[in-house]
């Protein structure tokens, strides 16, 4: 088994050349596959090693291995990119939010139908490299869809959720680039496309209201809340001055969905002499977004920059689908689409678009309420709506040799639309980068053209709003910006080489307490304003470990599970002092919890339904936040408010009528089942700052939390001890596979449960010596 596994490299130098077929274009209309092959070595937990001849070979083996664990889950996300959800599940049914915010089916068809009507995607692929994909990344995507293909062919699917679904179908390479492209406008387009679906002109002598600023600004607010979000993060780098052996740490920690098309899914992808990858990619995707190789780490945090704008437009008074620029009226573009329905007749609706991008709308379901009046209507841009380049970032991270080739990846390719970029490399070097797509909004552009509207909006959540009937206000370029009305790379927030730099999804600010960030602009995020709790707590975790030096990848995984509630150092001794009347048991309860969010830690559960009530309190904290002291502030919890006392007795008869004692160990009554087998999971909420965090779903009458909807996924421990192999422990919480008949659907669940970790395989040695190694070589 060991000369087979090592011989797998030549055998894929073996491999025949491409077949024409395969060589067609990424742009490709029909179903890929044939002419290619892989070579996949299974180890532990079902993690493949792919390693292929080339780019189209690679993608081909990845798009194989993920359908053999992912085969439903990605068959629905196809489903929705075709705009064919309506067909076969129901126009009021909701899709899973993996790949847009649409709340109902119909939503969701509406636009991405839109989207291949228009051909958006395939004028992106047509754009040369570097403002367009790459040959390189070209290849893997049609690679990946003939890899899907092939696997559909030669095998039956087993998993229930869509055995003998007729929506489980080939791809084409274009569907693979569909799928890139919703995940590059996720933070814009996508965030908002029930709003788009839902423009309609105001009919002749209809009068709507104007927009609200005030109800602008708070759904803006909550739109780009990160404790809201589905998706968010921890990463820290450790320089080498702080570490044991002088060489860089990173822990990456991202909080994505637990169900769906967003989950990542583990592999290695090797191309000898060429690529040689380990890490974790989102399902659907060809290339690792977060990993490492043998000299550099790299791991994401979603950032607060916003990557989306607003333009007010000045209707003609004549019509309402024309408007002013300088004076001069230009009439909005009509896209038509029809979405076929189950059981009913064809829905046919007309979205409305601009030189800006689509009108956005206050209808059913909307995020942002924002009338199109006789008057007034508003536009999106969008700048990742032109940008497919996401990928080949990603490409240049795994090719890497250290963090300077990182910042060198994204200055070519700026790519990333929506988060920031955590890495360190075995030279010791360790490095912060908010390198993100966003549209070019200067505080002087904001200041002289926003609307009265983009007054208020803009201080307070960074969403500009500009007079779309000024020339003089469009967006500008910086000289080093590959595409127009973006930022260049030398206006982003870098943090280099500092002991630590770390991230928990607030601004780029306090990425090292000792070092602050300051000078960019608003649109990228706040400065002096307050953090998170999960921020705070984790500053004051890893600049501790800092401070005690001699750090290690154990080091590392020990901060990932220690669970620590930060909240709790703020609260809990102020509460239990001023114990509100006939509180002693819960506050006797509170004063001997660990404050940790273990699975047999006893308070947790109890402080965990205080707090989400408590944190609400208007006067929660005696001392405020102080810009001067941001880590530390605000504190002092105000137990004297009525409504913390209030909060505490309403959890207290939470957890009695539900049957839970008040000192239940967390494990018990915080659990997942997988297979019949009830696995206990520690972690915690948002609101407590615990790192592992976890977004648990409340059943008190199935026991407690049932399940969890997102948190800690693909989490990964990385340094290197100077042998040529990175020195890596990795975990995947929900495990490889969504099929409850894989063994591979719940092995790595059960580590979670128990705080356990993966010892990963990257270099050829380890890999041979995997117990039950399984070495497969896949075709078209």
């Not at 490709?28 to 493949?48: C, D, F, M, N, Q």
């Not at 509170?590 to 208007?618: K, Y």
Request: net charge positive.
């Amino acid at each position: 088994m060991r000369r087979l596994a090592l011989g797998s490299l030549a055998l894929v130098t073996a491999a025949t050349a491409l077949s024409p077929a395969a060589s067609a274009g990424a742009h490709e209309r029909r179903p890929s596959g044939g002419g290619l092959s892989a070579v996949i070595r299974y180890t532990e937990y079902g993690v493949p090693h792919i390693v292929a001849k080339d780019y189209a070979d690679l993608g081909f083996g990845t798009g194989w291995a993920q359908a053999a664990d992912q085969v439903c889950t990605l068959a629905d996300g196809f489903v929705t990119l075709a705009g064919e959800r309506s067909r076969y599940f129901g126009a009021d049914a909701a899709p899973d939010g993996s790949l847009s915010s649409a709340t109902t089916n119909l939503s969701s068809d509406l636009f991405f139908r839109g989207v291949r009507g228009s051909g958006t995607v395939e004028e992106l692929l047509a754009v040369p490299a570097p403002v367009g994909p790459s040959r390189r990344l070209k290849d893997l995507m049609r690679g990946w869809a003939a890899g899907y293909n092939a696997w559909l062919r030669q095998n039956r699917v087993t998993d229930p959720a869509c055995a003998g679904a007729a929506w489980v179908r080939p791809v084409t390479p274009l569907d693979v680039a569909v799928r890139g492209f919703a995940i590059q406008v996720l933070g814009g387009q996508g965030r908002v496309v029930d709003g788009i679906t839902a423009a309609r002109p105001p009919a002749p002598g209809e009068v709507r209201p104007p927009a609200d600023p005030a109800a602008v600004t708070g759904a803006a607010r909550a739109l780009f809340d990160p404790a809201t979000a589905d998706a968010g993060s921890n990463a820290v780098a450790f320089g080498g001055k702080v570490t044991a052996n002088g060489r860089g740490l990173l822990l990456g920690n991202p909080h994505y969905p637990w169900q769906g098309g967003r989950r990542f899914w583990q592999s290695q992808q090797t191309i000898p002499g060429e690529l040689n990858v380990s890490g974790g990619s989102l399902l659907g995707t060809s290339i690792v977004n977060i990993g490492f190789n043998d000299r550099v780490a790299w791991s994401h945090t979603v950032a607060t920059g916003v990557p989306l704008n607003l333009h007010q437009l000045t209707l003609d008074p004549a019509d309402p689908t024309a408007y002013l620029v300088d004076g001069k009226p230009e009439r909005m573009v009509r896209r038509t689409v029809t979405v076929p329905v189950k059981d009913g007749a064809p829905v046919t609706r007309t979205q409305w678009w601009t030189r800006y991008g689509p009108v956005v709308t206050g209808g059913l379901g909307a995020r942002l309420p924002l009338p199109w009046t006789a008057g007034t209507a508003y536009a999106l841009n969008d700048p990742n709506a032109g940008n497919l380049r996401a990928s080949d970032s990603a490409l240049g991270f795994g090719r890497a040799r250290s963090t300077a080739d990182v910042l060198t990846a994204l200055r070519r390719t700026q790519g990333l639309p929506w988060v920031n970029t955590v890495a360190a490399d075995s030279a010791g070097h360790s490095l912060f980068t908010q390198s993100q797509v966003l549209p070019r909004i200067t505080d002087e552009l904001a200041q002289r053209c926003s609307t009265p509207l983009g007054r208020v909006t803009y201080p307070a959540t960074g969403v500009a709003v500009l007079d779309g009937s000024r020339t003089d206000c469009a967006l500008g370029s910086d000289p080093d910006a590959l595409q127009p009305g973006i930022f260049g790379p030398a206006r982003m927030p870098t943090l280099k080489d500092a002991p630590y730099a770390v991230n928990s999804n607030d601004s780029a600010w306090l990425t090292n307490a000792d070092r602050p960030l300051t000078g960019y602009e608003r649109v990228f995020g706040t400065i002096a304003q307050p953090r998170s709790v999960r921020t705070r707590g984790g500053i004051e975790d890893v600049a501790a470990m800092a401070g005690r030096g001699r750090l290690t990848v154990g080091d590392l995984q020990r901060q990932q599970f220690a669970d620590r509630v930060p909240v709790a150092d703020l609260a809990v001794d102020d509460l239990v002092r001023a114990c509100p009347a006939g509180q002693a048991a819960a506050c006797g309860v509170l004063a001997r919890w660990d404050r940790r969010a273990d699975t047999g830690s006893r308070g947790a559960l109890l402080f965990d339904r205080f707090w989400r009530r408590a944190q609400a309190a208007p006067d929660l904290w005696t001392v405020p936040f102080d810009p001067a002291d941001p880590v530390r502030t605000p504190r002092g919890l105000g137990a004297a408010s009525p409504l913390v006392a209030k909060a505490l007795a309403d959890a207290v008869a939470e957890l009695g009528a539900a049957g839970i004692a008040l000192d239940a160990p967390l494990g018990a009554h915080q659990f997942v089942v997988r297979g019949g087998t009830r696995l206990p999971v520690h972690g915690g909420t948002e609101s407590l700052g615990v790192w592992n965090k976890v977004e648990p779903v409340w059943n008190p009458a199935g026991g407690g939390y049932t399940e969890v909807t997102h948190g800690s996924s693909h989490v990964q421990a990385v340094g290197w001890d100077g042998g040529g192999c990175p020195k890596a422990r990795t975990l995947l919480t929900y495990s490889q596979s969504s099929n409850p008949n894989s063994p591979h659907f719940a092995d790595q669940t059960a580590l979670y449960s128990a705080g356990r970790w993966v010892t990963w395989r990257h270099c050829e040695r380890d890999i041979a010596r995997a117990p039950g190694l399984k070495v497969i070589r896949v075709r078209g």
